[in-house]
Each structure stands twice: as C-alpha cells, then as structure tokens.
C-alpha cells in the first residue's frame, strides 16, 4: 500500500507561520501529482493547494493565495506547504493526497494521509 504522512501541524497565533510536510512512501510517485486539502469540524473537505509531478505548476485556492507556497521538498518523494500570516478561518485538519492527475475534488484522489491539526488562536 502507498502511505502518506503529514507532519508539521499545530497551534499557532493569528499572523504566525507553519511549515507543513508530506512524505510518501511505498512506492515511486515520480510522475503523480500532489495537493493539500484542509477540513473544518462539521465542513466539507476542501481544496487548499497543489502542484504537479515536475514542481513547475502550482495552483491554489484564493483564499490562501499570497499567503500560502506549496513546493516540492529535498526529495521528489515529500512535499511541503509554507503558510504565512496564518488567521483563525485557517484552522482546520490539512491532508496531503496524491495521484497521477491533479484535481481540486477529493473525490479524484486515491491516496490520503492521515491529516495534521493545524489551530490558529486570535
């Protein structure tokens, strides 16, 4: 099985900065696309950022443009999400998901890590 590990998550103050992680492992995810979703309590799971297998194209909701990077990690295998000027409305689970093509529905991913808890206080 393929597994996904987020790492990097926890409780910050409005305007504060995390460095999320996502490391893959399993099998060669060399040509698969990688994206970031967030979850609130009670909310749909939704679309956050992404990027393609080659680093080169990023996408992002526009509700953390500005504010958020995504990129490739060391490795091809991890990926990291740079928050900065973090606000209350952010907090939410943040999972990593992964497949060949990248998609802003969650129904289109096959892999999923576990989430990492991101809190943001005012």
């Known amino acids: 099985q393929v597994q996904l590990v987020e790492s990097g998550g926890g409780l910050v103050q409005s305007g504060g900065s995390l460095t999320l992680s996502c490391a893959a492992s399993g099998r060669t995810f060399s040509y698969y696309g990688m994206a970031w979703f967030r979850q609130a309590p009670g909310k749909e799971r939704i679309f956050v950022a992404g990027?393609?297998?080659?680093?080169?194209?990023?996408y992002y909701a526009d509700s953390v443009k500005g504010r958020f990077t995504i990129f490739k990690g060391y490795a091809e295998s991890t990926m990291t999400l740079q928050m900065n000027n973090l606000q209350p409305e952010d907090t939410a689970v943040y999972y990593c998901?992964?497949?060949?093509?990248?998609?802003?529905?969650?129904?289109?991913?096959?892999?999923w890590g576990q989430g990492t808890q991101v809190t943001v206080s005012p």
């Open positions: 990027i393609n297998w080659s680093g080169q194209n990023m």
């Open positions: 998901a992964a497949d060949r093509a990248i998609a802003t529905t969650p129904g289109s991913y096959e892999y």
